[in-house]
T-cell receptor, first 117, second 113 residues
């Protein structure tokens, strides 16, 4: 069965510094998508960044970038120049396709990021 | 503005009662989803729908039911068979079920008294 693991329940970073959030996953599929979602105190889930498994190039969105290591099944999120507004819960998520015709979305347990002024 | 609305924001239910959570989207998306969020457990998929009049069970469908009579609407009923219904419920949609970005609503907090 597919699993997504976020081993850091909480992280802290100083404003303007860089922080990396870890995510590992387990799958036997070769074609899948990986995501990082942000959930601020309002609890509205917001997509931060996505990565397609068949693409070797790491995805980047402004201050957010990923380190995708397919063989190691690792998908970490790097936040550069951290801002107070980055404080939130961050969820790593996996989406795979099954031959039964169904899709499966699996979320990690989340990492709470605190940004210190 | 296009988006997903969920109502109500907070919902209280007495034990043994069924309750229906509303989810509406005006994004013209085919696919819609219901997730449950508990502390320390992330999001878990309850049901999803690829198209009108179709829906599939997720990982934790027991004690829940859904309908998809209109493209815009995907209500979730929490039945009395759900043993531990107190949780935060999130609705999401995507252009199609194969499209890789989901858009989420603001959520409904359900508390069983």
């Amino acid at each position: 069965a597919q699993t997504v693991t976020q081993s850091q329940p909480e992280m802290s970073v100083q404003e303007a510094e860089t922080v990396t959030l870890s995510c590992t996953y387990d799958t036997s599929e070769s074609d899948y998508y990986l995501f990082w979602y942000k959930q601020p105190p309002s609890r509205q889930m917001i997509l931060v960044i996505r990565q397609e498994a068949y693409k070797q190039q790491n995805a980047t969105e402004n201050r957010f970038s990923v380190n995708f290591q397919k063989a190691a099944k690792s998908f970490s999120l790097k936040i550069s120049d951290s801002q107070l507004g980055d404080a939130a819960m961050y969820f790593c998520a996996y989406r795979g396709y099954f031959t039964s015709g169904t899709y499966k979305y699996i979320f990690g347990t989340g990492t709470r990021l605190k940004v210190l002024a | 503005d296009g988006g997903i609305t969920q109502s109500p924001k907070y919902l209280f239910r007495k034990e043994g009662q069924n309750v229906t959570l509303s989810c509406e989207q005006n994004l013209n998306h085919d696919a819609m989803y219901w997730y449950r969020q508990d502390p320390g457990q992330g999001l878990r998929l309850i049901y999803y729908s690829q198209i009108v009049n179709d829906f599939q069970k997720g990982d934790i469908a027991e004690g829940y039911s859904v309908s998809r009579e209109k493209k815009e609407s995907f209500p979730l009923t929490v039945t009395s068979a759900q043993k531990n219904p107190t949780a935060f419920y999130l609705c999401a949609s995507s252009m199609t079920v194969s499209y890789n970005e989901q858009f989420f609503g603001p959520g409904t907090r359900l508390t069983v008294l």
